[in-house]
């Protein structure tokens, strides 16, 4: 019955246009009149601690940090850097793009942002060399949703707030998956590129000059090593490797490549100010939500519709894959993460789970959905970019999603992807 008032309710509002933190506070007033304790105070308490939370606070110095690095050049000096490796090969503009969000991705932490970056930058280099628009733009949006997997990730960030699990092993946790999606992108690139009408090809870089292209991004570069590194010998927590993240990208756009101006920094400001404000509301409603669902036993509930599958780990994993994928398609990533976690987070633990491995499969799992229509914010971005429909890019974009559920499957079925390269790095 609470399940069902919840849904209910949540995605009666969104239908209505209700924006997605509202509607998620009118699904917890619904769950409070359900179970009898209407409060205003209730509401109002778990908005405030929703917000004040210290892990949470490593969400605006990341959205901030990726700001100051796009303003910065460094975005520009990544694609550089990836084009003196493979830019001289046949189809080499798509291995700079996978390389280059693979890069990227350990500096925002946004797959919108290193779309939008690195999306400007390629698709219409790509475009002038004879690629395929559609498929390009598909592979650019593809790989972008890398970034939500490799460590610094701000969704990875939400879960382990909102499922109490360890923020740094979340990030440990993703490298490996995060590098499987990129290489079965490159593999995929290699069997199409094979159609690219290329008849020149830039010449291959010597060593001398890949070396004067790489020196400047070594600043770029080492920024992903100081944050991962930094975590995992336990030097700071994930909030405040966030900061050491913006000193550094303000430090490097504005004193090595100085490209930043003190008159930059307002509208860098602003916009790290705009995109903060939306995800800290949403996640300070969901934490209200997420009260509201456990004291009305919700996850219990839960529990007992997938009680069928509880004592076969893999078969509740594809369960809960299938109910993840679909709620990708018309949910947007962070509320889904926010709404989704403590509901199905508990059932994992007791079908013992491990936590932060069912914390990697499911962001995976949304993050596909920030690239399938109707709802992905990804694509909508690759499409202002390129000028091309949605149903273009979804025909260009259908063989790099089947490498991302592919790779989801393997999680799925040899769950020690994730656990054993897991063990290592923490």
Known sequence: ?????????????LTLGVPIAFALILSAVALMFLLGMVDSQIVAQNLISGANSFSLMAIPFFILAGELMNAGGISRRVVDFAMALVGHIRGGLGYVA??????FAGLSGSAVADT???GAILIPMMTARSYSKNRSTGLVAAAGIIAVVIPPSIPMILFGVTGSVSISQLFMGG???????????GAVWLFISRK??????????????????TKPTLWALTLPVVIIGGIRAGVFTPTEASVVAVFFALAIGMFVYKELKISDLYNVFVASAKTTSVVMLVAAAAIVAAWLITVAHVPQDMANLLSPFMDNQILLMIVISVLLLAVGCVM???????IFTPVLLPIAEMASIDPVYFGIVMIINLSIGLITPPVGTVLYVACGISKISIVELTKGIWPFLLVHVTVLFLLIVFPEIVTV??????
């Open 1 to 13: 019955m609470a399940l069902g008032v919840f849904l209910g309710s949540l995605f009666g509002a």
């Open 98 to 103: 996978i390389i280059a969000s693979v890069l």
């Open 175 to 185: 490298i490996v998956p995060g590098i499987l999606m990129a290489g079965g992108l």
């Open 116 to 118: 939008a970056a690195l």
């Open 421 to 426: 390269p897991l063990g290592w790095f923490t």
């Open 332 to 338: 947007d990533l962070t509320p889904a993460i926010l």
């Open 196 to 213: 690219n009408d290329e008849s020149e090809l830039p010449e291959r870089k010597s060593m001398k000059e890949i070396w004067q292209v």
